[in-house]
């Protein structure tokens, strides 16, 4: 079963930056598309940024040109590196990942906290 395993959540003031990690546990399993999703108290949990099995990674309009996504070259792991982060950026952060089998993995999730 393949588990995901997230680090680097925390409190930081506005305008700094952070990196989210998501390392897959199955040795055996590669990153061909998945990403970051947030949640906030009472809400859904809304797709930040996603790399597809094909084409471009995809950013919400409110995080681009301030977050990248990307795999290590071994796509066992999958870093979110967030700049100039701003207090609506708050959140619990989830990455998610596509099985093989179409059905996905999800992380244990993350707090980000932006505040001064």
């Known amino acids: 079963q393949v588990q995901l395993v997230e680090s680097g959540g925390g409190l930081v003031q506005p305008g700094e930056s952070l990196t989210l990690s998501c390392t897959v546990s199955?040795?055996?399993?590669?990153?061909?598309?998945g990403g970051w999703f947030r949640q906030t108290p009472g809400n859904q949990r809304d797709l930040v940024a996603l790399?597809?099995?094909?084409?471009?990674?995809y950013y919400t309009p409110s995080v681009k040109g301030r977050f990248t996504l990307s795999r290590d070259s071994a796509r066992k792991t999958m870093a979110l590196r967030m700049d100039n982060l701003k207090p609506q950026d708050t959140g619990v952060y989830y990455c998610?990942?596509?099985?093989?089998?179409?059905?996905?993995?999800w992380g244990q999730g993350t707090n980000v906290t932006i505040s001064s």
């Open positions: 199955e040795s055996q399993f590669r990153i061909t598309s």
């Open positions: 790399i597809p099995k094909f084409g471009d990674t």
């Open positions: 998610n990942v596509i099985l093989p089998d179409g059905s996905d993995a």
